[in-house]
Nanobody
Framework: QVQLIESGGGSVQAGTSLRLSCEAS????????MGWFRQSPGREREFVAA????????YYGDSVKGRFTISRDNAKNTAYLQMDSLIPEDTAVYYC?????????????????WGRGTQVTVSS
């Protein structure tokens, strides 16, 4: 049973930084891509970032390119989302996700396991 637990959310001022963590359990972490999505009230869930199983490929949504960085530590079974230069539009619940596609990643549609989310609130 795959479990994903997010942490690191909070309330911050615009222009500051936060780092989200996602600890995974239940299978071999290093074999699968990891990703982050977000959703704010009244809006559809939005792709934020993804990292391939081998860490060679990183992907970002247009709204976060140049400000957010995804990474992973396979020894700790943990993925991270470093969020810099935060703006109020980044306010959302952030969800960690992973795939059931081993040693491969074809796009955001691959993600089918989800954490419960962590709230990020950015005030101006």
């Amino acid at each position: 049973q795959v479990q994903l637990i997010e942490s690191g959310g909070g309330s911050v001022q615009a222009g500051t930084s936060l780092r989200l963590s996602c600890e995974a359990s239940g299978r071999t972490f290093r074999d699968y891509a990891m990703g982050w999505f977000r959703q704010s009230p009244g809006r559809e869930r939005e792709f934020v970032a993804a990292i391939s199983w081998n860490q060679f490929n990183l992907y970002y949504g247009d709204s976060v390119k140049g400000r957010f960085t995804i990474s992973r530590d396979n020894a700790k079974n943990t993925a991270y989302l470093q969020m810099d230069s935060l703006i109020p539009e980044d306010t959302a619940v952030y969800y960690c996700a992973t795939t059931s596609r081993r040693f491969d990643y074809l796009g955001p549609q691959d993600f089918d396991f989800w954490g419960r989310g962590t709230q990020v609130t950015v005030s101006s």
